[in-house]
């Protein structure tokens, strides 16, 4: 086994081709002599060594180069090296000799995505074995090559009325190919998306498909593959990642699939947010995941037996995929202002009306798309909608818990901050530059008796003091020192982060807040958010997704278990101004022991069961079934010392069924926690999951939709299956989240 | 020794190949199902009812029928479709076009898509629930069935 591997990126000299690249590969590799050859180059590397002038390197972990010569001998060095204005040599070391392996011109990069150690050189004595040299060609100057791959658009559609949306999802698949196909895409969507509609649509014709059971689904899909009918099955891998399937794609031919679901948008602030997600970020499972999602290689096919993999297409490579996006928001009030994360094209039509697309159609599926529309500063407040089925006569209703505004008249108690950075290799780059920028503008705003400790983790967690220390300007000194070295390389061993920030013993003073600050790429997301279940203790919890594709599914966990709320911190976000909401969240005292009286009403399955604290600028939404009519409703919490109520406004029949959807996702949703608290996958629980959905006709972990053509056979066998790879997500480095161990 | 070698190796691959087989799906036959309704007066909503008696029906898809105003592929009964429930299966559509856009006379109101396991031969009786006009006047329609395997 090859266990050093030294790629090296040329800007603008290189052939952009598969081809130009495989043969640059192949001549490089030819280059270097294998481990066991004879010679002065023979045998294994023991260490990289890197020379050059001062100006030469930067980024990476060795970086920038402190002296004129350095040596590289982590096992698990991902380095990037970057000549600026002189060349720069790199040199492996053999037992007989260096050998010089690379030379980095101005405007190049090199990559050095592993290094030799001595333990695992010494049985470094296969043939072909050694350091390998690659030439690929970068994306700088360099169109990206174009890889033939099924998926050619995807169309979003969504009508949001208040704060509710129905979105439709289109999915064009066509052939490339000369030969049948199945195609596979893995594909996000909103973590509390309640999936109720899927339609295969082959030409004219529509067929609407069956929601069954997850392993019936199976089964259907793969007889009716195997027989040659064309076939789609959707299938739900986590709460937002689902994975979809087309069998029999003849050559030439398009099927597209159509789903439908809804959402509730997030609140924030005086801005409501439509959120929809395009690409799953890679992850990293840690070793024994009961259930990993696997980042790959576009071309790598090992991994078929062993879970869920995401195929990713490199930096210099792109599919036709495109994506387009349109919404109808009528938010039932007048809308301020609008904002958005893409270029857009807006139509209004009335105050409270708003028509937004992409600008220029469509776009490239790498980062969320995100929405924003902020309504009338006064008019947002607590209310109560409710939809009822005429068949059965059963009420549902979602109440908007609205916090105080007497909530910011009153400071807070001081606090104990405990930072937790995510320092994985995917956070390498922009993402761990607006981590730090986040903790440097939070540590502004620390005050007078209150104490802090800053965590980082990736294979292992290390922290800035022994205990939580005051913050005084001298602590905040050294602290912004700590922070400044921060950088992103390894695996994300979250569940040791976690452990270290809840693990300490709790200062009897001060309300312990856990700000935790990652992408949520990581596959274990189960383990840890049973870990904070058990261990939150009256800590509380405040997760920051960093990043334009994080893990929500993740990061709304971590902060509805620890008690906290959510923020999200895109990379061209300001880190000062996201820490500054948050701040002004935290330093007012939360409405506590929440509760609603509903006045003689019955009221079941009420979603969250047992309500969160109420931040300020933070409304909660609660979510149940009713029988009866419904009266004056109003609401009860202790602020600080004081008790106070306040009254909902009458209720409101939205005529919506969507509640009934919405409260059935969310009835699955605290089904999957308690499942997760009690450890156990099957049962009871997996039960009332399983009925929960099909009832409601809802996608889950136990549901899947299946539709098959059975009019018609398609000619031959039953056809290669094609992954649809995807890119990275903007800003992610390939390099440091794409290999092939993992 | 050796005899007991190859015995027990024999075994193996017998075992191996039960448990290859069990694993792989059971095959069944594709058929389609088209639900016509002969009427005089344009539908423009309906509601059918759909039994196999010898419960090996297996709804795998719902496709519209010739009359392009109705948007949608029909709707299904989320319960028949439950766990044990392979037998029935009651399915509705609407239109809201103008009485003109609507067809009459014989008209092919949705196809399903239908997987049968087993050797028994499926045997369909379908029953209007209910029909009406564009202006929600009930009809009293006639309702046909064709079954066609997947060719």
């Known amino acids: 086994m090859a266990n050093a591997y030294v790629a090296k990126k040329r800007a603008q000299h290189l052939a952009s081709t598969l081809l130009g690249a495989a043969l640059a590969l192949f001549a490089a590799c030819s280059a270097v002599p294998p481990a066991d050859q004879s010679g002065s180059a023979a045998g294994p590397l023991e260490e990289i060594v890197v020379t050059g002038s001062r100006n030469g390197p930067r980024g990476g972990s060795v970086s920038p180069l402190q002296a004129e010569r350095q040596v590289m001998t982590s096992p698990q060095a991902i380095v990037t090296l970057e000549a600026d204005e002189a060349a720069l040599r790199v040199a492996g070391v053999r037992p007989g000799g260096s050998q010089l392996l690379s030379q980095v011109q101005p405007g190049e990069e090199l990559w050095v995505i592993q290094t030799v150690s001595a333990e695992t050189a010494t049985e470094d004595t296969e043939p072909g074995s050694g350091t390998m040299l690659a030439l690929v060609a970068a994306t700088r100057g360099v169109p990206p090559t174009e890889v033939p791959l099924p998926l050619r658009h995807t169309d979003v559609r969504a009508v949001v009325t208040g704060y509710i949306s129905a979105v439709d999802v289109t999915q064009q698949f066509e052939n490339p190919y000369d030969e049948k196909i199945e195609a596979v895409y893995l594909f996000p969507l909103p973590e509390k998306a309640a999936v109720n509609e899927f339609v295969m649509t082959i030409g004219e014709r529509k067929i609407r498909g069956i929601l069954r059971e997850k392993e019936e689904a199976q089964r259907i899909y793969e007889d009716a593959r195997a027989q040659g009918y064309r076939a789609s099955l959707l299938v739900q891998h986590r709460p937002n990642i689902f994975e979809q399937k087309v069998a029999n794609i003849e050559p030439g031919k398009r099927i597209d699939v159509n789903i439908r679901y809804f959402h509730t948008l997030a609140y924030e602030d005086g801005w409501y947010s439509f959120v929809f997600p395009t690409v799953v970020g890679p992850r990293y499972n840690p070793q024994g995941s009961k259930s990993p999602v696997a980042a790959l290689p576009r071309e790598n096919f090992s991994n078929e037996a062993a879970g869920t993999a995401v195929r990713y297409l490199r930096p210099t490579e792109r599919s036709a995929h495109d994506i387009g996006i349109s919404i109808d928001v009528d938010a039932g009030v007048a809308i301020e202002e609008l904002t958005a994360s893409h270029e857009i094209v807006t139509r209004r039509d009335g105050e409270s009306v708003a028509h937004v697309a992409l600008a220029g159609g469509s776009t490239m599926p790498n980062r969320d798309f995100i929405l924003k529309f902020r309504v009338a500063g006064e008019t947002i407040k607590t209310n109560l909608l409710t939809y009822t089925d005429e068949r059965t006569e059963q009420g549902y209703f979602t109440l908007l818990v609205y916090p105080p505004a007497r909530q910011t008249a009153l400071r807070r108690q001081p606090v104990e901050m405990v930072f937790v950075v995510d320092t994985s290799g995917s956070m390498s780059g922009q993402p761990i530059a607006q981590a730090r920028a986040a903790i440097d503008a939070a540590l502004d705003r620390l005050e007078r008796g209150d104490t802090f400790q800053i965590m980082n983790f990736s294979y292992d967690v290390k922290q800035f003091a022994s205990r939580p220390v005051a913050a005084t300007d001298e602590n905040i000194r050294r602290a912004r020192d700590y922070v400044r070295q921060l950088g992103g390389q390894g695996g994300t061993e979250m569940l040791s982060g976690i452990r270290a920030a809840l693990g300490f013993p709790r200062d009897a003073e001060r309300t312990r807040f856990v700000t935790f600050l990652t992408d949520g790429y990581i596959g274990n997301e189960v383990e840890i958010l049973g870990e904070v279940q058990r261990t939150i203790g009256d800590a509380r919890i405040f997760s920051f997704g960093v990043g334009n594709s994080v893990n929500r599914y993740l990061l709304d966990g971590l902060a509805t278990e620890g008690r906290g709320t959510v923020a999200y911190l895109g990379l061209n976000d300001s880190a000062e101004e996201v820490m500054a909401y948050y701040f002004e969240r935290i330093s007012r005292p939360a409405l506590t022991d929440v509760a609603i009286d509903w006045n003689g009403l019955a009221t079941t399955d009420v979603y969250p069961a047992r309500l969160p604290d109420l931040f300020a600028g933070r409304p909660i939404v609660v979510t149940g079934k009713f029988r009866g009519r419904v009266g004056d409703v109003g609401i009860r919490g202790r602020l600080g010392a004081e008790r106070v109520a306040f009254g909902v406004g009458a209720a409101h029949d939205s005529q919506q069924p969507a509640l009934r959807s919405l409260w059935a996702r969310l009835r699955i949703e605290d089904l999957a926690r308690r499942q997760t608290r009690s450890g156990d996958p099957g049962g009871a629980l997996a039960n009332s999951i399983r009925a929960t959905a099909l009832e409601h006709s809802l996608m889950s972990a136990y549901t899947s939709f299946v539709a098959v053509d059975a009019s018609e056979r398609t000619a031959g066998d039953r056809g290669t299956t094609v992954n649809q790879a995807v890119p990275v997500p903007a800003g992610v480095r390939y390099d440091t989240t794409v290999i092939a161990d993992r | ?151």
Do not use: K
């Open chain 2, 1 to 151: 020794m050796s005899w007991r070698l190859l015995q027990m190796s024999l075994r193996v691959l017998c075992v191996a190949a039960a448990l290859q087989l069990a694993a792989q799906p059971e095959a069944g036959v594709f058929t389609t199902v088209d639900v016509f309704v002969v009427s005089d007066t344009p539908v423009a909503a309906w509601q059918v009812e759909l039994t196999e008696r010898r419960g090996t029906m297996q709804i795998v898809g719902i496709e519209s029928g010739d009359d392009s105003s109705f948007r949608d592929p029909p709707f299904y009964d989320r319960v028949a479709t439950m766990r044990g429930a392979t037998d029935r299966i009651v399915l509705a559509s609407f239109s809201l076009s103008e009485a003109e856009q609507l067809q009459r006379g014989r008209v092919r109101i949705a196809r399903l898509h239908v997987r049968t396991v087993g050797a028994a031969q499926p045997d369909y009786e379908a029953r209007l629930v209910a029909a009406g006009t564009s202006d929600g006047r009930p009809i009293d329609a006639q309702l046909n069935l064709e079954t066609q395997p997947g060719r």
